[in-house]
């Protein structure tokens, strides 16, 4: 009787992790999917606002470079002069206008970021219960979470950039008579590197507050409250972001100060430096004025301003802020999905 040889049991083959790379970029698809619509209601907003700035920049200057040609001019202006001064000065002004409509909508453009990201991204896969099905379609959690993240933050990196370009290029258009001044709150929220830090940490915000409120209506509101209260703090607090420069005269209060700095505050000074209200001995007359201020002993006026070399330092500080507030909260969400998912 021979012996059956006993055969060897198959070996296992240890299953292959899976790779973070095509479970990452199946995510993004995904999501890009998903949420088309919105992208595309959102590129074509973008292209409208492009369009419209680049269309009154290009009329203005067109108009500026006519009125300049012309022998007449806003200051000392006759008769004959009056209808194309004010046809000049008109255009001026509305383009003056366009550029605060649009510096205002760069800035609220974080807050709409936030809502949008907690509630239809977050909050309602939460409310709805189809995050599950990505969880069990080899996605973990930490995937889908670093997928809500990333594709957002690639959009919002390039098409911000691009607004503010053009925000940047259109402004520098604008005329003397109606400037776009650098320290006004739409215009310098819509330059530089905050743009993209806010539209940043209005996705982040966006994240942790649909992570935390997984119903969409209540994480749209708190997101954008949330954002909207970082911003108005630092808006409140930008002009002690970097030191302030002090000029001392004793021509007038607006001696010695360029005509585009940003002016904080003014008054007058005495001779031992102590600072007075600009009101200090008004209302009266040239004779008790003179003897007031020689009682006051004041010797001149104070001016605390930024000048126009100061707005990349308010910047870039402001920007800084924003951007490790961005990084925490994106760390703290990927806390709250760990305790909550893990």
């Known amino acids: 009787m021979s012996a059956i040889p ?25 999501l890009l999917r998903q949420h088309r619509a ?16 680049v269309g009154f920049a290009l009329r203005a200057a067109q108009v500026a470079n006519t009125f300049a040609a012309d022998p007449c001019s806003p200051a ?21 206008t366009v550029i605060g409509y649009g510096g205002l909508a ?8 936030a809502a949008f990201v907690a509630g239809p991204m977050i909050a309602r896969e939460f409310e709805s219960g189809t995050y599950k099905v990505s969880w069990t379609q080899s996605v973990s959690p930490t995937h889908w979470l670093v997928a809500k993240l990333a594709v957002p933050a690639v959009l919002l990196l390039s098409g911000v950039s ?10 520098s258009r604008t005329s003397p008579e ?13 330059l530089g590197t905050m743009p993209v830090a806010y539209a940043l940490l209005g996705l982040a915000l966006g994240v942790l507050t649909g992570l935390l ?3 969409t209506v209540p994480a749209m509101a708190v997101a954008v409250l949330a954002t909207g209260a970082v911003a108005a703090v630092l808006t409140t607090v930008r002009s002690a972001l970097w030191p302030v420069r002090t000029a001392i005269n004793t021509a007038s209060a607006g001696n010695g100060v360029d005509g585009d700095s940003w002016v904080l505050g003014t008054g007058r000074i005495t001779a031992d430096g102590s600072r007075l209200p600009m009101e200090t001995c008004w209302e009266r007359s040239h004779a008790d004025e003179a003897r007031c201020l020689a009682d006051h002993h004041v010797t001149g006026f104070w001016i605390d ?4 070399s100061h707005f990349w330092p308010l910047q870039l500080v402001e920007t800084g802020i924003v951007l490790v507030l961005t990084a925490a909260a994106i760390a703290l969400a990927f806390r709250v999905l760990r305790r909550r998912h893990a």
């Open 6 to 30: 006993a055969t060897a049991p198959p070996r296992s083959t240890p299953p292959r992790p899976a790779s973070s790379g095509p479970t990452l970029r199946a995510s993004a698809r995904v």
């Open 213 to 215: 409120i997984n119903r």
């Open 162 to 171: 691009v607004l503010t370009a053009v925000y940047a290029w259109s402004r």
């Open 305 to 308: 301003h930024h000048p126009a």
């Open 106 to 113: 760069l800035i609220v453009l974080p807050g709409l970021v």
């Open 38 to 53: 919105a992208l595309q209601i959102a590129g074509a907003l973008a292209l409208v606002g492009i369009v419209v700035l």
């Open 76 to 96: 000392g202006a006759g008769l004959e002069c009056s209808q194309t001064v004010r046809n000049y000065l008109d255009s001026m002004s509305q383009f003056s």
């Open 178 to 190: 109606y400037p776009a001044d650098w320290y006004a709150r739409p215009v310098f929220g819509a």
